[in-house]
């Protein structure tokens, strides 16, 4: 197996940070997209290997105001940069690896972005893999914090404040949620650029679910205390090329949870039926 790690010049001179992990045969290759304020090394000890068992290649990278990647902690341009920049990295993985199937992985806010770029842009894949996708909130901030977001969004887009979220949500393993505090590269800032539009397009993905023409499995915890698992259940609802499998007992991130070994049953499960055995 190969590593490398590398970086994309994106706008502004912005170095994007790149890694990607090829197997010893490489049946197809996955895009790895992470969630809200943490980065693609966070997979490391879980999903990337369990892909490379299976023949995937992995293009993971740092989001736009995450992880290696330069600029201020999460701050974006706005949605569509964060479209734009996830279609240049499948161009990119496609172009290394011409004629294999490509497929998308998101986790959480990864998992917003891989089923919107596929819906509002028709960029074809192969299929999405989405683990607790963001497509509603499990609590309401609260509504001061909501009106005084939306004004700076109007005149202080770059204004950061705590995204609220509680470690404690992510993993049912006190040690992984140790890990998740302790690691530098994981942060709790976000502004209004980022917030609301990404609110805003897990609501829209729902409204459209019946735009989905991708395979896409869907696995998410009931025990999810930061992203409603009903979300999900009503965009499954919404398409016909959809696969939900709820899990019991499952927190927010099922690959460091309790319910990894499921999660990694029913994706291999999902993945052998789109012939990668």
């Not at 290649?57 to 701050?75: L, M, S």
């Not at 700076?152 to 609220?164: H, N, Q």
């Not at 509680?166 to 650029?193: A, C, F, W």
């Not at 998410?220 to 930061?226: A, R």
Request: charged share 25%.
């Amino acid at each position: 197996m190969a590593a490398t790690e590398n970086y994309i010049n994106w706008k502004d001179d912005r170095q994007v940070f790149l890694g990607i992990e090829e197997p010893g045969q490489t049946k197809a290759v996955v895009v790895l997209i992470h969630g809200f304020g943490e980065h693609s090394g966070r997979y490391s000890d879980g999903v990337i290997p369990f892909l490379l068992e299976h023949g995937l290649a992995v293009f993971r990278y740092d989001n736009i105001g995450h992880g290696k990647t330069e600029g201020q902690r999460g701050y974006c341009h706005g949605y569509e940069e964060l479209l734009e920049l996830l279609e240049h990295v499948i161009a990119k993985a496609a172009k290394r690896f011409p004629g294999l199937p490509l497929f998308l992985y998101g986790h959480s806010m990864g998992g917003n972005l891989a089923i919107n770029l596929v819906i509002r842009r028709s960029v074809r894949v192969a299929g999405i893999m989405a683990s607790s996708p963001y497509l509603r909130l499990a609590y309401q901030p609260p509504g001061w914090k909501l009106q005084v977001g939306k004004l700076l969004k109007i005149i202080a887009p770059r204004f950061s404040m705590s995204s609220g979220l509680d470690p404690e949500g992510i993993s049912s393993i006190p040690d992984e949620v140790k890990k998740y505090r302790e690691d530098q590269l994981v942060h709790d800032r976000i502004t209004p650029n980022y917030a609301f539009p990404i609110i805003e397009a897990g609501a829209w993905a729902i409204e459209n679910s019946r735009l989905m023409t991708t395979l896409i499995i869907i696995i998410h915890g009931k025990m999810d205390p930061i992203i409603d698992h009903r979300g999900s259940v009503e965009f499954d609802k919404g398409t016909d090329y959809s696969r939900l499998v709820l899990l019991e007992k499952g927190y927010h991130e099922l690959h460091h949870d309790v319910s990894r070994d499921l999660l990694f049953k029913h994706i291999k499960e999902w993945l052998g039926e789109q012939g990668l055995h």
